[in-house]
């Protein structure tokens, strides 16, 4: 029977892993560049959190080496990294100018709506080359329709991923932290068990 402090120990062990597995993901993201490191960065750290998930000695170094080893494989989808991070961009942009200025609710609601379809779109397309090494357009085309056919996954992925932005509102430090296992965790635990049914 293992008491309390061994628990709380392992508990602080996960977070402290957690943190370092936040940690390489933005610096994957600025090594990229940030407009072009967004989809290695995601898929690294997806394929990082379920290999620390399955693997019993997890310390810096293997976080590390896990991370930049999907990193360096997944480096080439610079397109479709630099599409997304544009279209997210834009979006967020144009949602930010349209409450500044007063714009119809109408229009709010729209951009909303193609914020997360894109969010979605860009979850499902991730979790894709994840599972296998496709080309950009076609990967984005089946998570595409896998978002769309999947909406029961769909509609509490992206609640939950809006959360996790919701974090960044109040406060960034926190979101930065938080943020890449949090999204990896999501993810990875809801379109696995919609590939599963």
Not at 38 to 51: I, K
Not at 118 to 139: C, E, Q
Request: with cysteine.
């Amino acid at each position: 029977m293992r008491t309390i402090g061994t628990k709380v120990v392992e508990w602080t062990l996960t977070v402290y892993h957690y943190i370092v597995l936040a940690l390489y993901f933005w610096v994957g993201i600025l090594r990229g560049l940030i407009l072009y490191g967004v989809t290695p960065a995601c898929v690294s750290a997806f394929l990082t959190y379920e290999a620390m998930k399955k693997h019993d000695d997890v310390d810096e170094k293997y976080i590390k080496q896990q991370f930049f080893k999907h990193y360096r494989d997944y480096d080439q989808y610079k397109l479709l990294s630099f599409l997304i991070s544009i279209g997210l961009l834009l979006l967020t942009a144009l949602f930010t100018f349209s409450l500044a200025r007063g714009v119809s609710l109408v229009l709010v609601v729209v951009i909303i709506y193609f914020l997360l379809l894109l969010i979605g779109a860009m979850s499902f397309t991730f979790y894709r080359l994840m599972l296998t090494k496709k080309a950009g357009r076609v990967a984005f085309a089946e998570g595409f329709v896998e978002m769309i056919k999947e909406l029961k996954v769909t509609v509490p992925l992206v609640i939950a991923v809006a959360l996790l932005l919701g974090i960044l509102y109040y406060n960034a430090v926190l979101f930065l932290v938080v943020f890449p296992a949090g999204y990896a965790a999501v993810v990875t635990g809801l379109v696995s068990r919609s590939s599963q049914s």
